[in-house]
């Protein structure tokens, strides 16, 4: 990146690519609280050049790993939102102020959204004993010690290779009380299948990316998982904010991203490829339902319920 890049832009975007910030809702929060900050601070006093620059630092942030629309959608909402409610703003201190305030008011989007999530998810599921979740969603987890706040429950969760992120997910349910039992990732789509261990009841996934078809991507595995549930008529729910749909699949199919051959074995030996997605697609034909800020939601309804609630979007 070029030396010009404020060091708190910089940094931002760093995170990113190293996961150091994970998740679409954490990348997204991260976007327009650092935004929000080189607002405050940038001693840019053209406008033009201002407006130049938000575009550019936003856009690169929320470009800083692909499969981020949460992000992407929230370049959209500053963006439209500073022409149609901030028209008279012709300076940058009036402008950087704007900035702040609709990054904060997106900032405040989310956290509502996932709030509402977490309460749709847990009337919904509220009579599940065992449940089943992958990688680390944190409205997942939330979920998840909802339902343990009504009943006990048991939750299993996949330890995630190559970076382990299950193990975050199983450390913040323990601390939440709830009793939680790792599976390896490769057992996990026939222990879903399977009572004989525990009969799972229902399994949640999150999302990175939604399709306008209704497919979710998510993390690698969650394709087998999603199968397996199918197969078994368990209901899946993929837990998520509808602000991931992301518009451009119209046109464009979801290209998923491919890691480090070092993430999955760092001495590899000379002349050995490695394949390291980060995600994969789980088809809607697998999903009984989206669980979103506006309840639950079929795969094929959910680009017309984004589109009539956030006019901006598009």
């Avoid at 998520?240 to 518009?247: H, I, N, Q, V």
């Amino acid at each position: 990146m070029s030396d010009t890049v404020p060091q708190v832009i910089q940094q931002t975007i760093d995170d990113i690519i190293a996961i150091k910030i994970q998740g679409a809702t954490n990348v997204a929060l991260a976007t327009f609280i650092t935004i929000g900050e080189w607002a405050k601070e940038t001693d840019i006093t053209d406008y033009e050049e201002f407006k130049d620059k938000l575009g550019q630092y936003l856009t690169m942030m929320a470009n800083a790993r692909p499969n981020e629309p949460l992000a992407k959608n929230g370049v959209r909402y500053v963006q439209n939102k500073l022409i149609l409610e901030y028209q008279g703003v012709k300076d940058t201190k009036s402008a950087a102020k704007a900035v702040v305030e609709l990054a904060n008011s997106y900032v405040k989007l989310l956290e509502d959204s996932k709030q509402k999530i977490v309460t749709h998810g847990v009337e919904l599921c509220k009579h599940a004993d065992v449940v089943f979740t992958h990688c680390h969603s944190s409205t997942a987890e939330a979920i998840i010690a909802g339902i343990n706040s009504d009943h006990k429950v048991k939750a299993i969760n996949t330890e995630t290779r190559p970076l382990y992120q299950g193990r975050i997910t199983s450390k913040n349910l323990l601390k939440a009380g709830v009793e939680t039992i790792m599976v390896v990732d490769s057992a996990a789509p026939y222990f879903i299948k399977d009572d004989s261990f525990l009969p799972v009841d229902v399994v949640f996934l999150g999302a990175d990316q939604v399709s306008v078809n209704g497919d979710a991507l998510n993390k690698v595995g969650s394709f087998s998982m999603g199968l397996s549930a199918y197969f078994a008529s368990k209901p899946l729910y993929v837990v998520t904010p509808s602000l991931k749909l992301d518009l451009s699949t119209i046109y464009n199919p979801i290209k998923i991203e491919l890691r480090k051959d070092e993430e999955v074995w760092a001495d590899a030996p000379e002349g050995l490829d490695i394949i390291n997605p980060a995600f994969d697609m789980v088809p809607h034909q697998f999903i009984t339902g989206y669980i979103t800020e506006f309840g639950l939601v079929k795969p094929e309804e959910l680009e017309d319920r984004v589109r009539r609630e956030y006019e901006w979007v598009s």
